[in-house]
């Protein structure tokens, strides 16, 4: 069966996993056409998008989502003259700017570099929006105006990746031999390639059931999250497995919601092909994702929808590219073989570098007993929208299993942990 036809929930506490690893499936309980639009906008289906799109109610987000999809089925003419009448009613809206210059860009009209400059002049234009200038900048050779923008991108966000990388390129073609290779120091320190020749096999999860985990914080349970293999799927006529990830909020935590899920598509080299998201919590809102991932081409499409809002990204397609659910099978065969690994993993549509090692084993108290565990650390170098940030730590069994049984993880209020429920002893080997 084909099932494609694919961070971040992270609310103050409960996205404390979700931040760890992430990326499921939408709802296809679709109540109106709005809906509608946005489930076939995920599915890549840009023909339905468009026919749910004219039957939704009107609306200035209602005709920014259809430019966005004529942009990403190649009618950038059509685009164009949709964020080009939005941008004349309002000249003030950001994401007009932004995708008109888009738009502009797609069609190699000379206006498309006025339509950045003032995008980038606007209230709430982000490091992305001057890693997209730069890039545009580079590609007419207007280099020293490239690596201004690259350099506001990376003030933004330092850990940007295919940033560093970009500016070394831009600094080298100008001749600054220094100042490009700290760039590339950066961007090797963020995501060393060399570090891991191949992933090492991934012992294989129960069968059939769920890992359950209860979210501790302070002396509050306030999540519940739950792990599945669910087994072979084709995605795309490739072989892959389908792992899921759920977290659910304590109804009893009135302040606090979370009910999001996760889908990654893993292939039998342990890199991802899909994913899906379906991410709804009290911090972050509604938040949808889908990514594919084609190995010819080298690509890998991101579509997104943000409070159903439309968005897409096309980005370089790195080797055994990874996303936050994947993340949890790198750590398990790290454990397994008590070594490290050192992946891109995609984060809010760009590729961030993960690093992954084992640091020790240790017996730890569980359900009344004692188990025997490695300790493997990961390392997140951006905040999250819940504060996660710095060092993840798993202790995982030290057997053939793997089984994760406890994480820990800091954010800006305080520790988080993330606790195997003891009724999981049932499965052979755990406990």
């Not at 306030?222 to 087994?231: H, L, W, Y």
Request: net charge neutral; glycine share 8%.
């Amino acid at each position: 069966m084909d099932v494609m036809g694919m961070t971040r929930a992270e609310g103050a506490a409960g996205a404390a996993l979700c931040a760890l690893m992430l990326g499921a499936a939408p709802h296809r309980d679709a109540p109106d056409e709005t809906a509608r639009a946005q489930l076939a906008w995920l599915d890549g289906d840009a023909e339905a998008a468009l026919v749910a799109l004219g039957r939704s109610p009107p609306g200035r987000e209602r005709e920014l989502n259809r430019g966005v999809v004529l942009l990403y089925k190649g009618d950038a003419e059509r685009a164009e003259a949709v964020f080009g009448e939005l941008r004349t009613r309002d000249p003030r809206w950001l994401p007009a700017a932004r995708w008109l210059a888009r738009a502009q860009a797609g069609r190699g009209r000379p206006e498309a570099w006025d339509t950045a400059e003032a995008l980038l002049s606007l209230p709430g234009a982000t490091g992305r929006d001057h890693f997209w200038a730069g890039r545009l900048l580079a590609e007419h050779n207007d280099l020293l105006r490239a690596r201004a923008s690259f350099r506001r991108a990376l003030a933004a966000e330092d850990d940007l990746y295919l940033g560093w990388r970009a500016l070394a390129d831009v600094e080298q073609a100008l001749g600054d031999a220094g100042a490009a290779r700290t760039a590339r120091d950066k961007a090797d320190t963020l995501y060393p390639a060399g570090f891991t020749a191949e992933l090492p096999p991934r012992p294989p999860l129960p069968e059939g059931r769920a890992l359950r985990y209860r979210a501790q914080y302070l002396f509050l349970r306030i999540a519940s999250v739950a792990i599945r293999d669910e087994g072979r799927v084709e995605v795309h006529g490739r072989a892959a497995r389908r792992l899921s990830l759920e977290a659910k909020s304590n109804p009893a935590i009135f302040f606090l919601h979370i009910d999001s899920r996760w889908e990654s598509y893993i292939g039998d080299d342990g890199a991802v092909i899909a994913h899906r998201n379906r991410v709804n919590d009290s911090s972050s809102g509604r938040r949808q994702t889908a990514m594919d991932m084609d190995p010819d081409a080298k690509v890998c499409t991101v579509r997104q929808a943000v409070d159903r809002i439309f968005s897409y990204e096309l980005l370089p397609l790195p080797p055994r590219a990874q996303d936050g659910v994947s993340l949890i099978e790198v750590a398990r065969s790290v454990a397994r073989v008590r070594g490290s690994a050192s992946v891109l993993r995609n984060v809010e549509a760009t590729w961030k570098g993960t690093a992954i090692r084992t640091t020790g084993v240790e017996r730890i108290a569980w359900g009344g007993g004692k188990v025997d565990t490695v300790r493997v650390e990961i390392a997140i170098t951006s905040r999250s929208s819940a504060g996660v940030v710095g060092v993840i730590r798993l202790w995982i069994s030290a057997d053939e299993h793997a089984i994760p049984y406890r994480a820990r993880m800091d954010t800006a209020v305080g520790s988080i942990t993330l606790e195997l429920m003891p009724e999981e002893r049932a499965h052979e080997g755990v406990g």
